[in-house]
């Protein structure tokens, strides 16, 4: 079993616990994860983990797809400002390291700094060297774009 970090549309935070990472998108897929304040089934997962920003110009852009129907924009609407959430999130309960991230995470991890939340920046490479040392790092969007119209 695994204990997930969840947070919901309206800010209220609670834990899931699911059999996989694929058990919780499933059920939060079919909307049967509910927040237990407010009944909202818009839910994301909060990675309990340290976050990395890798940068968005490393990997070459996928093709975009044709024109999405008005259901996947929704979806993707409801996505980005979900993320936007995590992204508040992990910006107020987590210290920012910067460059030293891949350091600062290994010390964290060989328990030579003490244990907490921190995010920061690596290269893809780095992160998966961290992932390979078997520490748990998640790549999140820290930058969010600036004058988004809602
Ligand atoms: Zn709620």
Not at 56 to 63: C, G, L, Y
Not at 104 to 115: L, Q, T
Not at 128 to 147: F, H, N, Q, S, W
């Amino acid at each position: 079993m695994k204990v997930f970090d969840l947070l919901c549309a309206n800010d209220h935070r609670f834990e899931g616990w699911f059999a996989s990472g694929t058990d919780f998108e499933r059920q939060r897929d079919t909307g049967i994860i509910a927040c237990p304040l407010c009944g909202d089934s818009h839910v994301v997962k909060v990675p309990a983990a340290s976050y990395v920003n890798t940068g968005a110009s490393d990997r070459s852009p996928k093709a975009e797809p044709a024109e999405p129907t008005p259901e996947q924009t929704q979806y993707a609407n409801i996505r980005s400002a979900m993320l936007a959430k995590v992204v508040e999130y992990v910006v107020k309960n987590t210290e920012d390291v910067g460059r030293d991230f891949p350091e600062e995470a290994r010390k964290i991890h060989y328990g030579e700094s003490p244990e907490r939340k921190i995010r920061g920046t690596a290269s893809q490479d780095e992160v998966t060297e961290l992932r390979d040392e078997g520490i748990d790092v998640v790549p999140l969007p820290i930058t969010i774009p600036a004058g988004k119209s809602h």
